[in-house]
């Protein structure tokens, strides 16, 4: 995650797009799975607020 710390903000922003579009088309378990996996990815890119803020 070398942009991270350069566009960290920026960065964020996409992932929360990314995961509101993808969780918005889920319809199966497996598609739900799908957005748990890109929430952990933001988490791991030090994203955990934006993170816990989208699982609320």
């Known amino acids: 995650m070398h942009l991270v710390g350069e566009h960290e903000e920026e960065v964020f922003g996409l992932f929360v797009q990314h995961i509101m579009e993808e969780a918005t088309r889920a319809t199966n378990r497996k598609e739900y799975q799908k957005v748990c996996q890109i929430i952990r990815q ?15």
């Open 42 to 56: 933001l988490i791991e890119a030090n994203g955990s607020a934006h993170a816990e803020k989208l699982i609320q």
